[in-house]
Nanobody, 121 residues
Framework: QVQLVESGGGLVQPGGSLRLSCAAS????????MSWYRQAPGKQRELVAA???????NYADPVKGRFTISRNNGQNTVYLQMNSLKPEDTAVYYC???????????????WGQGTQVTVSS
């Protein structure tokens, strides 16, 4: 059974840094894009950053220049390095992967359980 497991969230002061990790496990044939989304209280879930299998990246405007997404294809893992954090970055962060499970002929989107990031003094 395919799972995405996130780690690395927590409480950090404004201006601080955190690194999120998300590992995909199970019988996986291939992974296309891997992404990070976030959802703040009372708001819709939004895309933060994405990386393709060819390492092309894109970022939401509010995080450009502060966040960096990267992946390790050999370990089916995606990372989000978050620097210069602001209180408005406070949210639950979710990992998403477009992957093909073993025994299936197409890719599906899978979600992690979410990890809380709180930026506060």
């Amino acid at each position: 059974q395919v799972q995405l497991v996130e780690s690395g969230g927590g409480l950090v002061q404004p201006g601080g840094s955190l690194r999120l990790s998300c590992a995909a496990s199970g019988s996986i044939i291939s992974i296309n894009s891997m992404s990070w989304y976030r959802q703040a209280p009372g708001k819709q879930r939004e895309l933060v950053a994405a990386v393709t299998s060819g390492d092309s990246t894109n970022y939401a405007d509010p995080v450009k220049g502060r966040f960096t997404i990267s992946r390790n294809n050999g370990q089916n893992t995606v990372y989000l390095q978050m620097n210069s954090l602001k209180p408005e970055d406070t949210a639950v962060y979710y990992c998403n992967a477009e992957l093909q499970p073993a025994g299936w002929g197409r890719h599906y989107h899978y979600w992690g359980q979410g990890t809380q990031v709180t930026v506060s003094s």
